[in-house]
């Protein structure tokens, strides 16, 4: 199968407040979030991760890259900003099966455009694609709902999936 899923920010104290995620610390976090894959994931499976494994501020990156190991599947990253200072180890990392920062896949016969960042347009959009990102953590933004309103894009960060990665299937039926 595979999965979707964006913003995990590993060991990000500033996340569980800016985005009120509820746990009362990184540690329960980072558990929280690897239970959560764990149970749906299997070795087979792939998630692609649309962008930020990495906290806000700087970061040792050995301890985001013991986490990831400990995550089932295959995974792809899809870089985000908080990712960006961490490119070159993240390739030297062997974790990943692919790094890149936009990614077109197929997935139950639909095309999938991946980025981080919401797009405003993107590859076969009038044909019926469908545009993942992540970025905008909790953020209901009204010009970007309003913008999105009519349009095959979906959220797949965290914040709003339940923290947990989803199928296509599961984030089609339930738009956010």
């Excluded at 994931?41 to 986490?67: H, Q, V």
């Excluded at 961490?86 to 920062?101: A, C, D, K, P, V």
């Excluded at 953590?137 to 309003?146: D, M």
């Amino acid at each position: 199968m595979i999965f979707y899923t964006s913003d995990l920010h590993f060991c990000d104290e500033k996340i569980l407040k800016v985005c009120k995620r509820p746990y009362d610390s990184v540690d329960t976090m980072n558990h929280a979030l690897t239970n959560n894959w764990n149970s749906r994931i299997g070795e087979m499976d792939t998630t692609y991760i649309l962008g930020d494994i990495f906290p806000c501020a700087g970061f040792e990156a050995k301890t985001i890259f013991d986490l990831i190991k400990n995550l089932h599947g295959k995974k792809v990253l899809i870089a985000g900003n908080h990712d960006e200072d961490y490119l070159q180890e993240l390739e030297q990392s062997g974790l990943f099966e692919n790094i890149t920062r936009i990614a077109f896949v197929t997935d139950s016969g639909k095309e999938i455009v991946l980025c981080h960042y919401p797009l405003m347009s993107w590859r076969n959009d009038e044909a019926g694609s469908v545009h993942l990102y992540g970025h905008l953590h909790n953020k209901n933004l009204p010009e970007v709902q309003k913008y999105y309103k009519d349009k095959n894009a979906y959220n797949v960060g965290l914040d709003v999936r339940n923290f947990t990665p989803l199928t296509l299937s599961e984030i089609l039926g339930g738009k956010k």
